[in-house]
């Protein structure tokens, strides 16, 4: 098992950054892929972005790639995500997850990921 505790949601203007931090614990070896998903309200969740554990490659959606950050910090095994030029249309609840399969198909489907995090609310103001 793998636990995910996100951190760092709230009430930002547009134009304005947050970072967000998930803290993994328990088998954290066994997670290939760490990303982030947000779900705004009558929405399906939706991909934002991803990283492979090993090497740190990411992927980003369209939609926030120039804008977000996904980046690792090996020692403390959490993931972050930098989040700039914030816009009222990325209003959601932002979710940690935790991927074991190491092949590269279906980064943005949410059910390829085995570990989820409970999120956290991000608001932008226009």
């Known amino acids: 098992q793998v636990q995910l505790v996100e951190s760092g949601g709230g009430l930002v203007q547009a134009g304005g950054s947050l970072r967000l931090s998930c803290a993994a614990s328990?088998?954290?070896?066994?997670?290939?892929?760490m990303g982030w998903f947000r779900q705004a309200p009558g929405k399906e969740r939706e991909f934002v972005a991803v990283i492979r554990w090993s090497g740190g490659t990411t992927y980003y959606a369209d939609s926030v790639k120039d804008r977000f950050t996904i980046s690792r910090d090996n020692a403390e095994t959490t993931v972050y995500l930098q989040m700039n030029s914030l816009k009222p249309e990325d209003t959601a609840v932002y979710y940690c997850?935790?991927?074991?399969?190491?092949?590269?198909?279906?980064?943005?489907?949410?059910?390829?990921?085995?570990?989820w995090g409970q999120g956290t609310q991000v608001t932008v103001s226009s």
């Open positions: 328990g088998r954290t070896f066994s997670r290939n892929f």
């Open positions: 997850a935790a991927r074991t399969n190491l092949l590269l198909r279906g980064l943005w489907n949410i059910n390829e990921y085995d570990y």
